[in-house]
């Protein structure tokens, strides 16, 4: 079975764009959720989606923002970027059935210049 | 509100050696706590996790962690170190139906001197 995948996997964009990230869970998996990894923060969490809706947000600003298709596939968007936004974006997906056992993917490297 | 604790920022063992990778938790209600791996320039991969039963959870790569309720703990533990474990380890708590996300520790980097 395929893993999760995010695409792209490297970004470099300037202070004041927008970006937006897409992963691809595992086929079977309804829940996707978002995670922002810096090394002065550690791994935070942003948000989880499940079936179309968002379930649960994490402290981070309205800038950050997500969605889910019905296919599960999900996209994360972020507006006015700013120099902290610089970081490595992971996506996790699991199934209904086993709540806690997150599948994550190789993330996205965003450097904001 | 639910956190994790991971105090050490490093740890260094000696091949074949036991290693200890400690990790405590905030959580209200029953804690769901996990542990995971990084190697560099990759995503996160599960080791283990305790839902509910034995204190003494076994997972991947011969790693195994023990669940102490009384004192809010879920160190991470293996017999004897291998090189190959040398990577970035993150303890996970989560609580109440996995509404709230998973909340990590800062993690500990683990290093497996030959």
């Known amino acids: 079975k395929a893993g999760v995948t995010q695409t792209p996997r490297y970004l470099i964009k300037t202070r004041g764009q927008q970006v937006t990230l897409s992963c691809s869970p595992i086929s079977g998996h309804r829940s996707v959720s978002w995670y922002q990894q810096t090394p002065g923060q550690g791994l935070q969490f942003l948000f989880e989606y499940f079936s179309e809706t968002q379930r649960n947000k994490g402290n981070f600003p309205g800038r950050f923002s997500g969605r889910q298709f019905s296919n599960s596939r999900s996209e994360m968007n972020v507006s006015t970027l700013e120099l902290g936004d610089s970081a490595l974006y992971l996506c996790?997906?699991?199934?209904?059935?086993?709540?806690?056992?997150?599948?994550f993917g190789p993330g996205t490297r965003l450097t904001v210049t | 509100a639910q956190s994790v604790a991971q105090p050490e920022d490093q740890v260094n063992v000696a091949e074949g050696n036991p290693l200890t990778v400690k990790c405590t938790y905030s959580v209200s209600g029953n804690p769901y706590l996990f542990w995971y791996v990084q190697y560099p320039n990759r995503g996160l991969q599960f080791l283990l996790k305790?839902?509910?039963?034995?204190?003494l959870v076994k997972g991947s790569y011969g790693f195994e962690a023990e669940f102490n309720k009384s004192q809010t703990s879920f160190h991470l533990k293996k017999p004897s170190a291998l090189v190959s474990d040398s990577a970035l380890y993150f303890c996970?708590?989560?609580?109440?139906?996995?509404?709230?996300?998973?909340?990590f520790g800062k993690g500990t980097h683990l290093i497996i001197q030959p």
């Open positions: 305790y839902i509910t039963g034995d204190n």
């Open positions: 996790a997906s699991r199934t209904s059935g086993r709540e806690y056992e997150q599948y």
């Open positions: 996970a708590v989560g609580s109440g139906g996995g509404a709230d996300g998973l909340t």
